[in-house]
């Protein structure tokens, strides 16, 4: 993928399949002496005509034709649209004639990676473009949004800036040493490091929701076998999804459910019931569940309500649910409180006494009978702060991936100058901050990593 890389490029940019209008997409140098050539009308700057489109005396179909002239276009080329009827041998026609006119097909995202080659978008914009195309949920597509818009990269840009600045002070100390200012620079440094690393972080955590929001948080129904975590999978989704049945081990397979609750997408995963178990193929489900539980970005581990009470139980209390974590195999130690939540299951058999300080985090339910299903799911969808009127950005993995590292080589820097390591050790892990900083926005990202990301996009954006 080269800058270069400006040849003539067209494509269906409207769904497969038959529509009312079918627009096909064309940029490059000479976009518009092959539209001109295809059309009765002369082609002026952004102008809706209406014309036929013909090819060696045969009407290939007809529409509207709009011509925007580059710079001032998507893609930064010229662009022409050519808005005919939406059928799939009408429009493939007229894609045909293109390419034997010297254009080509289009790759997935092609549109989009000229458009950030050539400035017109950073990379967070064009992700923006693929996430608000793919958003599952009205506040998904409003944090998409608020990305194609610049939101997430200013503040990328915003910190890179400082980092800079800083980066600028630590350089001249190296070229320009005084050994008489330098304990005060380093108590500046010090103190503007620790105030990036904080914003850094603050902003690690708003991608992280943003991610969860534009990405669908996966939640994990966990807990021993039969206490209803596929009957709650079912609940939720409105589909008899997974198997239920009174019988002990009946789940052994991951089973993925797609929900969206209050706008926030969810994938909710149901597992096998941990226990030690002599059957292999069980054991397996186990296992996966365990797995499962470390990728999750929430947990919930269910518990049954007859069981708690038939075990002379006092109250849900904090202790009581961290020995219940533990019984688990640990899932105190594994999982961070914060992404825990506790659901005590068949409520509708007894409903166990659960301690106010805990409250907050124990959602009581019947599976079979609809009790607190409707609070349990918004717990879920408010799980991370990413609840309903979250107005945030979107974000994907790798941004969030990108701000750690951030954060880390800003620690380093830290460590280095709290250690007198010199000057140029901490330029250079600050250097290491900013280059990866600068992979977010795409200042800095090389070219494999681009054609990975634009290969995900749909063809014709
Ligand atoms: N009374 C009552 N029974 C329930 C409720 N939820 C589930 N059950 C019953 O509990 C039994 C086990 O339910 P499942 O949903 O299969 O439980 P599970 O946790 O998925 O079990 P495994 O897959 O074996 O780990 C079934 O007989 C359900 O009908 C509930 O809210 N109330
Ligand atoms: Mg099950």
């Known amino acids: 993928m080269a800058a270069t890389d400006t040849d003539l490029i067209c494509a269906i940019a409207t769904p497969p399949g038959e529509g009312g209008v079918g627009v096909i997409r064309l940029s490059g ?268 970005d929430y947990v919930a581990v269910v518990m049954s309500a007859s069981t708690l009470l038939s075990s002379g139980s006092e109250a849900v209390s904090q202790d009581f649910l961290l020995q219940a974590l533990d019984n688990l195999g640990g899932l105190g130690t594994t999982v961070a409180a914060e992404d825990l939540h506790l659901v005590i299951n068949k409520i509708d058999l007894g409903v166990p006494v659960v301690d106010q300080a805990i409250r907050h985090r124990v959602s009581l339910v019947s599976a079979k009978e609809g009790d607190g299903l409707k609070a349990f799911a918004a717990a879920l969808a408010n799980a991370g702060g990413t609840g309903g009127d979250y107005a945030g950005f979107s974000a994907r993995a790798r941004h969030v991936q990108a701000l750690q590292n951030t954060c880390e080589r800003l620690k380093d820097a830290q460590v280095s100058l709290s250690r007198q390591n010199g000057p140029e050790l901490v330029a250079e892990d600050c250097l290491l901050a900013h280059q990866t900083l600068g992979e977010i926005v795409g200042t800095l990202t090389p070219d494999d990593l681009l054609g990975e990301i634009f290969s995900t996009f749909c063809i014709g954006k």
């Open 29 to 296: 140098p000479s976009a518009k002496e092959l539209a001109q050539s295809l059309v009765t009308v002369e082609l002026k700057p952004r102008r809706a005509h209406y014309s036929r489109f013909i090819a060696k005396d045969e009407i290939l179909d007809d529409g509207i034709v709009i011509w925007f002239p580059g710079p001032n276009s998507f893609t930064g080329e010229d662009i022409v649209e050519l808005q005919g009827h939406g059928g799939p041998v009408v429009q493939q026609t007229l894609l045909n004639t293109l390419c034997e006119r010297g254009a080509r097909l289009a790759r997935p995202g092609e549109f989009s990676e000229r458009a950030f080659l050539n400035g017109k978008l950073d990379l967070v914009q064009a992700e923006a473009i693929a996430d608000l195309i793919a958003a599952k949920s009205t506040a998904a597509a409003k944090a998409a949004l608020s990305s194609f818009q610049g939101v997430f990269s200013e503040k990328v840009t915003a910190l890179a800036n400082r980092l800079k600045r800083m980066r600028v002070e630590i350089e001249a100390a190296i070229d320009f040493p005084d050994e008489d200012i330098e304990i005060l620079e380093q108590a500046q440094v010090a103190q503007t490091l620790a105030v990036l690393i904080d914003d850094t972080k603050t902003l690690l955590a708003q991608a992280e929701q943003g991610r969860k929001l534009s990405q669908g948080m996966t939640v994990a129904l966990v807990g021993e076998p039969n206490v209803g975590k596929s009957s709650l999978l079912n609940a939720l989704s409105g589909e008899e999804a997974a198997i239920v049945t009174e019988i002990p081990g009946t789940t052994r397979d991951l089973l993925k459910v797609d929900v969206v609750i209050n706008g926030v997408p969810l994938r909710l995963v149901d597992t096998a019931g941990l226990r030690d178990s002599d059957d292999a193929v069980e054991r397996i489900g186990v296992e996966r569940a365990r797995e499962q539980i470390t990728n999750a």
